[in-house]
């Protein structure tokens, strides 16, 4: 049934209907903070994917051919990943805030987290072992 | 009309519509900067590396293009208290990302 308040306020459109059917409309700030939040996961992405290739392009003098190519595609893996990853989240979220459950965990966060300390540590130990 | 006797198009004193579009607009400049770090291959592919570029180019162009729309949406949204998920969006942006990064390694692969 059609309420006189559905009569005057959008649909979901028709992408929107069929991937978060059901539940009740949430309030649109979290719809808009969940865009947000999708954009910075983004920007993370792009910032990795720039980072791949600049790894792969400007580390000659530092990491035989080999090594570059892996660390760069390396890093674009992630950057893949995490812009799919950024994008099924929002969806998950979009479906949890409008059947009113809890929203899911960010899985990725602590892989990132773990990820980024291994990198570093890597780095650290590499620049105290090369040979002056 | 003035700029100071313009109405508001929505009341929310936490300006979720700016932010997002702001955010939107932070996304655009990082697409663009991914765009040119593309022509690192023009050396070895000639126009080919064009390609990229200009697909996130073009990603950038809509992206500045609907900007107006989109705030006036959200703002609508807002005032009327739902707004709706912009599900395209997010897909079409989520694809464009994934796809340059598989390309980014594929030219790291093949050339």
Same mark, same amino acid.
């Given at each position: 049934m059609t309420s006189p308040e559905d009569a005057v306020t959008p649909? /979901?459109?028709? %992408? *929107?209907? &069929? %991937? $978060? *059917?059901?539940?009740?409309?949430? !309030?649109? &700030?979290? #719809?808009l903070a969940n865009e947000r939040t999708f954009l910075a996961w983004i920007r993370t992405s792009l910032a990795l994917l720039a980072g791949g290739i600049a790894v792969e392009a400007f #580390?000659?003098?530092?990491? !035989? +051919? $080999? #090594?570059r190519k892996v660390a760069g595609s390396g890093l674009l893996l992630i950057a893949a990943l995490l812009a799919t990853t950024a994008g099924f989240r929002w969806m998950r979220v979009e479906? *949890?805030? &409008?059947?009113? /459950? +809890?929203l899911p965990l960010p899985l990725l966060v602590p892989v990132l987290a773990t990820g980024g300390a291994v990198v570093a540590v890597v780095l650290f130990v590499f620049i105290l072992m090369r040979p002056a | 009309m003035t700029l100071f006797s313009a109405t508001a198009l929505h009341q929310d004193p936490g300006l979720q519509p700016e932010r997002t579009v702001m955010s939107w607009d932070r996304s655009l400049l990082a697409l663009i900067v991914t765009a040119a770090m593309f022509l690192r291959w023009y050396g070895a592919v000639g126009p080919l590396a064009l390609a990229p570029a200009l697909l996130s180019a073009v990603a950038a162009l809509v992206i500045h293009w609907t900007q107006r729309h989109r705030y006036g949406t959200q703002s609508a949204g807002i005032a009327r208290e739902r707004v709706r998920a912009d599900a395209w969006a997010v897909l079409w942006l989520m694809t464009l990302v994934t796809v340059l990064a598989v390309l980014g390694i594929g030219a790291i692969w093949w050339t």
């Open positions: 649909s /979901r459109g028709r %992408l *929107a209907s &069929r %991937l $978060l *059917a059901g539940g009740r409309e949430p !309030d649109p &700030r979290f #719809t #580390t000659g003098s530092v990491f !035989d +051919p $080999l #090594t479906r *949890a805030m &409008r059947q009113g /459950r +809890p | -």
